[in-house]
């Protein structure tokens, strides 16, 4: 009897219920509805009624729509390194609702451009207009304490200590995060900003980022978390900016579709040129045939008789409208010009390793292994096996010992045993700082028993053209810098 009310008004206007929660209008009416014992029913139907109606008409009042604030104009965006046009974006706008990602291949210029908006990278001509202030995450910059930060914020971060020289990947990063989200700005611009964080970490940055109220431009490649922070997708490729609407699987559609009517329009195209070419030179060849006619012709005496003559005339006519209709389809084929055909992923090929010429079936071990840090009990007595071949992923929160594990494979510490043919390549999750001052060839060089042809074969597949191979690593984006360590 209790809830014959909320089956009456649940059954009569769902909608209305959904339309409150979509509103942002405070409906307190509702769990008195889920509450409320009705003694009498024809009084508690007249009250039930009052207030739904009340409610309704609250939660249907229309709401102002919010006004969209320009907080960042920037124009005539160009930029250009070794002859090679890195940026040139005639007009970028940020408004105070923009959740944007920004994503592109590594080297694109995405960082570059971040720092033009921001103001730390000024251009000749451009100009930067903006109102408001913005925090910055980035990507390789180490992390710095500030006096000003939020330390509740610190602590729901997970960042218990206060070192930056000890702290984890992830817990620098939960540091930086921390830090933009500590001061009252209008937007917030980010690089990579889920590196090294484990999905924990992830999902609470999310929630956070949900919950700003200002703008947001973002480098990433985690489509998990692209999908749930952001609305457009700004795609820089060949210095420009295209725009999508949505998220990032919805860009992916988009972009699947863009490729399908690209894909038709070259096949398209290549079948009509071919069918062209086919028909003019059938044209030519049937020219051609007439004309060995006409000779043949004028070989007998082509003047004997004036109907013979008016022949030769007709299979001339002919054959000049058979080369003005080979001519028109070789004008129509000049016409076409060239559509190029959908651009493929470039793969990476490595030499073929040779792991899997061990006799050992499991090239590494650990036996009761113990480590204890900062008064931590990391592991006591663990141990594993890790198989010829395997591919193994160590998974676990910030903090909880899976870089310390790789340390002590690395350094063979007590417990851990490595067949003695076993080589092991290490990329660390705080590679950015290694010294960046090297040259791209001289660090793969060190750090790779290739040739140097071999080299420039693996870097250009990677995307480097012979310019960025000549590069310091100091100039190089975060991803491109990591590319070169993985490589």
Not at 269 to 289: I, N, S, Y
Request: glycine share 10%; charged share 25%; with cysteine.
């Amino acid at each position: 009897m209790g809830f014959f009310v909320v089956f009456i008004f649940a059954g009569k206007d769902m909608e209305n219920r959904r339309g409150i929660a979509i509103s942002g209008y405070p409906c307190c009416c509702l769990s008195f509805f889920v509450d409320m014992q009705i003694e009498s029913p024809s009084r508690g139907w007249r009250s039930a009624f009052f207030i739904a109606i009340s409610n309704y008409e609250l939660c249907n009042k229309k709401r102002e729509e919010p006004t969209m604030e320009l907080l960042l104009k920037a124009t005539d965006i160009y930029v250009e390194y070794k002859g090679r046009e890195i940026l040139s974006i005639n007009e970028l706008e940020l408004y105070n609702y923009d959740r944007i990602g920004l994503v592109g291949s590594n080297g694109a210029g995405k960082s570059t451009l971040i720092k033009v908006l921001l103001g730390e990278l000024a251009l000749p001509g451009c100009i930067v207009k903006g109102i408001g202030n913005f925090a910055y995450i980035p990507q390789l910059t180490e992390a710095a304490w500030q006096e000003s930060i939020d330390h509740a914020l610190l602590g729901k971060l997970g960042v218990s200590r206060l070192d930056t020289q000890t702290m984890s990947g992830g817990e620098e990063t939960r540091l930086k995060v921390a830090q933009a989200l500590s001061g009252q700005v209008h937007g917030i611009f980010a690089d990579e900003p889920t590196s090294h964080l484990d999905r924990e970490g992830i999902d609470f940055l999310i929630g956070q980022l949900q919950y700003f109220s200002g703008a947001l431009l973002i480098i990433s490649h985690d489509r998990y978390f692209l999908d749930k922070v952001v609305n457009k997708i700004w795609e820089l490729k060949d210095g420009k900016i295209t725009e999508y609407w949505g998220n990032y699987s919805d860009y992916l559609g988009q972009k699947e579709e863009e490729r399908q009517r690209q894909t038709a329009q070259y096949e398209q195209h290549v079948m009509e040129r071919a069918r062209l070419e086919r028909a003019a030179e059938e044209k030519r060849k049937q020219a051609q045939k007439v004309d060995q006619k006409t000779k043949g012709a004028a070989k007998k005496g082509a003047t004997e008789s004036g109907g013979r003559l008016g022949h030769q005339k007709t299979i001339g006519s002919k054959q000049k409208t058979l080369y003005k209709a080979a001519k028109s389809m070789e004008h129509r084929i000049e016409s076409m010009g060239d559509i190029s055909a959908p651009e493929k992923a470039r793969t990476v090929r490595f030499r073929q390793s040779q792991a899997l010429a061990l006799h050992n079936p499991y090239p590494i071990t650990g036996t009761e292994i113990n480590k204890i840090f900062d008064n931590k009990v990391l592991f006591e007595k663990a141990s594993f096996q890790i198989p010829l071949g395997a591919k193994v992923a160590f998974t676990g929160g910030n903090g909880t010992g899976k870089t310390t594990l790789f340390q002590m494979i690395l350094h063979r510490e007590a417990g851990i045993a490595i067949s003695p043919k076993a080589e092991i390549g290490y990329f660390a999750q705080n590679s950015y700082k290694f010294n960046r001052d090297q040259g791209v060839m001289t660090f793969m060089e060190d750090h790779c028993d290739y040739g140097q042809s071999e080299i420039r074969s693996v870097l250009a597949s990677m995307g480097f053209s012979p310019n960025d191979i000549k590069k310091n690593l100091s100039v190089l984006s975060g991803g491109r810098a990591h590319q070169i360590i993985a490589g």
